[in-house]
């Protein structure tokens, strides 16, 4: 199994809305990455979390909070958004140490703020 | 640091011409480097890797892409494009260290004319 399952697929959430993307993986890989992709763009990279704990912060706003609650699973909430944060929402995951190479990616969530 | 340079945002080709899409890095250590290709309304996939050892690597449906040490470059090639390799192309490099970024080129549109 080499899937990254997002959750959902597709979002709207007005400005004052909370809500939560999920990610979630079964291919033991301990690194797991949300990265944001706006039309036309690359993906830029948000967040990096190592063995569930958060190692890198790409300066992302605090109404983007990340969780790991558990080796499989990777979580952002999300809270009172802005219109210009509408973008493809990707999970990534890779393995650690010696074997750590590629990432691989999820279909993503694509979230619109209205 | 490191950083990815895509020269051509897009390449229009006519099917079963050959294609090769440029890339150029630049990093102060050593890096793994990947061409990642996205189709539309999809996450990304790994078309291919160089990790070490032979600069020519292959993907399983005809893109090569050859590692330059000297040049610094990752170009992707394919002697004969179907129209089904139209996408979005990135190139991107991580370095050795676990759980890094990978940081990806601004991407090439690769569009197929019958």
């Known amino acids: 199994d080499t899937e990254v399952t997002q959750t959902p697929k597709h979002l709207v959430m007005g400005m004052t809305n909370k809500k939560s993307l999920k990610c979630e993986q079964h291919?033991?890989?301990?690194?797991m990455y949300w990265y944001k992709q706006k039309a036309k763009k690359p993906p830029e990279l948000m967040f990096v979390?190592?063995?569930?704990?958060?190692?890198i912060n790409e300066s992302v706003p605090s109404r983007f909070s990340p969780e790991c609650p558990n080796s499989s699973l990777l979580n952002l909430h999300l809270h009172a958004l802005q219109p210009e944060d509408s973008a493809l929402y990707l999970c990534?995951?890779?393995?650690?140490?010696?074997?750590?190479?590629?990432?691989?990616f999820g279909q993503g969530t694509r979230l619109t703020v209205v | 640091a490191q950083s990815v340079t895509q020269l051509d945002s897009q390449v229009p080709v006519f099917e079963e011409a050959p294609v090769e899409l440029r890339c150029n890095y630049s990093s102060s250590v050593s890096v793994y480097l990947f061409w990642y290709v996205q189709y539309p309304n999809q996450g990304l996939q790994l078309l291919l890797k160089y990790l070490s050892g032979s600069t020519l690597v292959e993907s399983i449906n005809g893109f090569e892409a050859e590692f330059n040490k000297s040049q610094t470059s990752f170009h992707l090639r394919k002697p004969s494009v179907h129209i089904s390799d139209t996408a979005e192309y990135f190139c991107a490099v991580r370095n050795y260290s676990s759980a890094s970024k990978i940081i990806f080129g601004s991407g090439t549109r690769l569009s197929i004319r019958p």
């Open positions: 990534a995951s890779s393995a650690m140490g010696a074997a750590n190479t590629e990432a691989f």
């Open positions: 979390y190592s063995y569930e704990k958060l190692s």
């Open positions: 291919m033991g890989h301990r690194a």
